[in-house]
Every structure is written in structure tokens, then in C-alpha cells.
């Protein structure tokens, strides 16, 4: 029964995700054990209410807790009592990566795009109207002169192309990203344990002036990231 169950999630994401329907369910259903360890993981991140009436805003202290049972990285975003501002989902049919943010009632809040014909990472997120809120990119040769370090460096710009804040974060485990603003004042961290089942972030944001639209899809991305990379590591085997 558990398993069933469990196909017909996964039918349901694969046909709101505009997928080919079915061709993934059977392989996702195999090893019933690791799938009910998921399914009871998600339901402890997941928040106590999936849609509300009333919008609630992000607060500065926040989770983003990856939904395991999924096709692409989707993740909630909840504080610690699980109540729910949100979530973010990864539209896999896509040129280049982009996730979108859906407020606690279920209307679209932002989206974030990749650029796909770039020699680095460049995001572009803009509002459910499709104006820019700003963009997301990453400094090539900082990172590369950063490495013994660590340090993936990233610029994040508000819609007049203006810096506004550098994030930093682990290349190695990349479980650990801190967003600095131009007076070199802390305005961001992201934080998530280097060994767990699912990427979950805590996360704090210091009052300032940087849209937390632009903030939030750091973590997806990086997360995002890392599944890319564990899978092309494991292909080459």
C-alpha cells in the first residue's frame, strides 16, 4: 500500500511538471525501504499547513527544507514550528536551470532563470510579472583564486545593475554560503549539515535593503548544484 501510494505521487508531479507521463514512476518505486525513509522525511519538513488564506511574508529567520519525493530539487520554506511562507520548485522541462517561488497561498511570487549560453553561472530572477528583481553571478576568476580557501565567490545585483552583496560559500561540501553587503556587513547566511538525507538550510537574513526574492534561490541553486554534479560523478563510474 505504501508503495502505491507512492506512484501515484509521483504520477502527479510528473503531470504538473508537464513530463512524458509514467516514465519515471516505476524506477522511482524500486527499493521500498529507502522510499519510505523519504516519504517519512518529507513529511517531517514539510509544513503543518500546505496552502494558507492570509500571505505571510519570509521571515528573516527561516528554513528551506528539500522535498525528497520529487522530480527536480523542489524545497518549502518553514521556521522551526513548520508554518508555512512558501515554496520553491524546479521546472525540469527548462533551457538552462530555473526555479520558481510560490507564496504560502500558492500564487507565484518570483521565478529564477540561468542563462544556458554562459561561460558562468548567471541567474536572472524577476517578479510573477516578469519584471527584473535583479541577478545572481558567479565571479569566475575570484573563485578560481579563492580555491585553496574554499570560496565560491558570487555577486548578487539589484535590477539597476548595481552590486549589492557577495555571497561566498563551500566549493568542496558547499554547505555553508554568508552574503556580505558592499559596507562588508553580514546580510545573509545559509547553513546546512555537511552529512543528511536532503538538503535542509537554516536560514538568516539581517534587515537591509536586498530583496529576499533575490536571497531565497541561492540554496535551491547550490543544492541543485551539488545533485548535478553527484550525478554526473556517479555516471562516469
Known sequence: MKIQRYEEFVNEEISKKGLVGGMLAGTLAIGGLATGGAYMRDKSSAPTEEVSQ???????SFMINEKLLTIGNDFWITNESRENFGKIEQRVVSFGKKFELFDNTGKLDATAQEEVFSLYSVVHVKDANGQEIGRIEQEVLESLGNILEGQNIYSVYDANNNLIGKSKSDMIIKNNVEIYDNSDKLVARFHKPAIQFG?????????????????????????????????SSKSKK
Open 54 to 60: 492570509m500571505k505571510k511574508e519570509i521571515p528573516n
Open 199 to 231: 538538503a535542509r538550510w537554516k536560514c538568516e537574513i539581517t534587515p537591509s535593503n536586498i530583496d529576499k526574492r533575490l536571497l531565497v534561490f541561492i540554496p535551491a541553486y547550490i543544492s541543485s548544484a551539488s545533485s548535478s554534479s553527484s550525478s
